[in-house]
């Protein structure tokens, strides 16, 4: 059974870099689309981006200019630093495979629990 | 982008009853890149629906999903207790978008 846990600070200052790291279990991290999900309280999900093994990346627009994803296969791990932080940034951020079925269609069928990241000095 | 725009925004049901979900797109999408996730609280959404239509592993029959073009919908046959929860569509165009959710309540 595949598993992802976020991990890093839960706390991080305006204009500062928050990063993250998703750490794989029980599969390889090898030949998938991983990606980073977020979530204000109370409100919907936003997609921030994602990574291939192979390092090449996609990101949101509107977070495109913020936004680094990279990927350690040997650790099987990938992350997030999201750059000069704001408020608006506060969230639960989850990591999730994205998987593409036989038809073509992609989905995230794998997630980690979520962590919280507040944006406060 | 494309915007997702799901309706009702909730839905009050008593278990038993049947769930209608609509999930309308501002561009057409390819119904291989159209997916349907359930989240309750504090926990972390869950894949139902892929392709428009095709029910991810484990997930029961009474879940179905179907929809082409601009127009998606996800139904419930007979919501069960543990059915109710807030419900999200997902496009996987460029860039992926997330409908702003329709949450199911008891009635």
Known sequence: ?121 | EIVLTQSPGTLSLSPGERATLSCRASQSVSSSYLAWYQQKPGQAPRLLIYGASSRATGIPDRFSGSGSGTDFTLTISRLEPEDFAVYYCQQYGSPWTFGQGTKVEIK
């Open chain 1, 1 to 121: 059974q595949v598993q992802l846990q976020e991990s890093g600070p839960g706390l991080v200052k305006p204009s500062e870099t928050l990063s993250l790291t998703c750490t794989v279990s029980g599969g390889s991290i090898s030949s998938y689309y991983w990606s980073w999900i977020r979530q204000p309280a109370g409100k919907g999900l936003e997609w921030i981006g994602r990574i291939y093994t192979s390092g090449s990346t996609n990101y949101n627009p509107s977070l495109k200019s913020r936004v680094t994803m990279s990927v350690d296969t040997s650790k099987n791990q990938f992350s997030l630093k999201l750059s000069s932080v704001t408020a608006a940034d506060t969230a639960v951020y989850y990591c999730a495979r994205v998987s593409k079925g036989a038809t073509g269609a992609y989905y995230f069928d794998y997630w980690g629990q979520g962590t919280l990241v507040t944006v406060s000095s």
